[in-house]
């Protein structure tokens, strides 16, 4: 593994809309749920950028503190590494993993098949100052950081779901081995949830 994240900065597919008519969106909603098994098929970029599109997009409501990161062991076109989203529809590599990186996914993950399976695994984290500096409060900070988090991974569903995908929420990990896994400093950032994408068995 390298921590070279400056050395690699790629663009992924502009992401697709999709807004769906009301009655197309409540049955995405009726039908959601989580999903533990996957194909081995690749998960191809565009679906990526539309799924991290949809649930980066829209402006923080409560929080923002919050940071993602994905995993990508099976991903068509992409390296088997950690990126951080940057914005502007880019991701910046931190941690080149290549064929370890499902083994080392599931390990963080308590050996979770679920997150060694999956084709993305989404890696969200809060930014301890940005938790501080809330104008409400640290404690108040805290909450909102776990509520933004919250709402990221309700969007993931609901993308995932509208794109015919498979995914699943997981909150158990170690903490240092998922820090260490997407090259962040866990003095600086906390890792709070994982979120498995892939397409469906």
């Keep these: 593994a390298g921590g070279d994240a400056a050395a690699v900065v790629i663009p992924l597919p502009a992401p697709r809309r999709l807004d769906a008519d009301p009655r197309a969106a409540l049955a995405v909603i ?6 533990r098994r996957y194909s081995a098929r690749p998960l191809p970029a565009q679906a990526l950028a539309d ?9 923080a409501q409560l929080s923002t503190a919050l940071r993602i990161d994905v995993l990508t062991p099976g991903v068509h076109g992409l390296e088997a590494a950690a990126w951080r989203h940057a914005g502007g529809g880019r991701l ?4 080149a993993h290549g064929p370890a990186l499902r083994a080392r996914a599931r390990a963080a993950a308590l050996d979770q098949d679920v997150i060694g399976e999956a084709a993305a695994v989404f ?6 100052a940005a938790l501080a500096a809330d104008p409400h409060g640290p ?5 909102h950081g776990f509520l933004e ?6 969007r993931l569903y609901l993308a995932a779901g509208a794109l015919g ?5 997981v909150g ?7 820090a260490a896994l997407v090259g962040i400093d866990p003095a600086r950032e906390w890792v709070v949830h994982f979120a498995a994408l892939g397409v469906r068995a």
Excluded: W
Aim: proline share 4%.
């Design 149 to 154: 988090a919250g709402l990221a991974g309700e």
């Design 139 to 143: 404690a108040r900070g805290y909450r």
């Design 92 to 95: 910046r590599r931190r941690v």
């Design 172 to 178: 158990a990990f170690h903490d240092d081995e998922a």
């Design 165 to 169: 995908l498979a995914a699943c929420g």
């Design 123 to 128: 890696v969200l984290s809060l930014d301890r």
């Design 30 to 35: 009726a039908r959601r749920r989580s999903e």
């Design 51 to 59: 799924v991290l599109h949809a649930l980066s997009a829209p402006p």
